[in-house]
């Protein structure tokens, strides 16, 4: 399929997958089996506490012994693949929505056209940055653009731990674009269990996923990205007072008609021991929307084999890897 969302590098797709976060390390590897893509193996550590402290402006990795360990034993359990995707916090990235009344038609001068716009919000010198970016939607002001800006620095640590396993990131994205992509290849999989639960249509939905760290809202119409905003987790307010700004911001700036559905993850992932909370998460957000709230389920896109059980922890941590590895190939461009 294609996705609308950028990478911030790219290669031909590989058929395993691993997520550094905050707080763990995990991955997954896919097969193809009658047309039909299969989970065959899955593999979750954790990290201690401060070993790994995304962010946008700083070095990610603290304790390397640590997440280097932790990401030696998942590759081991799935396989240690030669080749990887590799899915990254969202702090580690600015994202932008940027529009272009006309687009040059020449690669490179849309190349320095972008970078010539998110020079000015880049709070690092551009010559630093890693930039991506790959076509939106087509809006009445002109073609748009989702771009992400990270420290080409901080890719590197992330890349270079994978390179130590002598494996290589053939693709380095964000955990949030991911969980999107699940979403939207579940459309596309002939899975999904019920319309209501999983399919995009054409209308507007609300992805929240929540990582102990942060919290990242995006609204889409369709498979078109509308607004993406990331916070930390220490910031002052609740998640449901985030949620219910961010509806507001939908309805009075972007227009728009109301939320076809809303999709949560990350919750039960953020802390296996308290997947009671998710229930609660859930309903706090359905009753300040006045809308249903429904879970994120990659199981909507590919199957698992019979040996992998499926909790609500381990599909959280499922849903971005699943996401990457079935994103498509095409579309995207590094600056």
Known sequence: MTTPFSSLRDS??????????????????????GGQAAVTAHALEMLPEGALVPSLTAANVVDRAAVAGALGRVLERIGHPRRIALVVPDPVAK?????????PARAEDLDELVQWQVRKAAP?????????????RQSPEGQEFVVSLARRDVILQYEQLAAAES???GIVDLATFNVINAVLAADMSGLT???????TSAGDWLLVNVAPDYVTLAILRGPHLLFFRNRAAETDGTLADLVHQTAMYYEDRLGGGGFER????????????????VELVRRSLQSRLAAAVDM????????LTDRISAGPAFLDTLAPLVGVLMRGQSG???A
């Open 296 to 303: 994120v389920d990659p199981r909507a896109a590919v199957t």
């Open 167 to 169: 494996a290589h990131a």
């Open 12 to 33: 031909s797709g590989p058929t395993a997958a691993v997520e550094i976060a905050a707080t763990r390390v995990s991955g997954a590897s896919l097969e193809w089996r």
């Open 262 to 277: 809303v999709l949560l993850a990350g919750a039960a992932g953020v802390d296996p021991r308290r997947a009671g909370d």
């Open 124 to 136: 690092f010198p551009i010559e630093e940055a890693q930039i991506s970016y790959v076509a939106g």
């Open 332 to 334: 995207d461009r590094a």
């Open 95 to 103: 994202v932008s929505l940027v529009t272009f009344e006309r687009v």
């Open 193 to 199: 269990p019920t319309p209501s639960a999983s399919s």
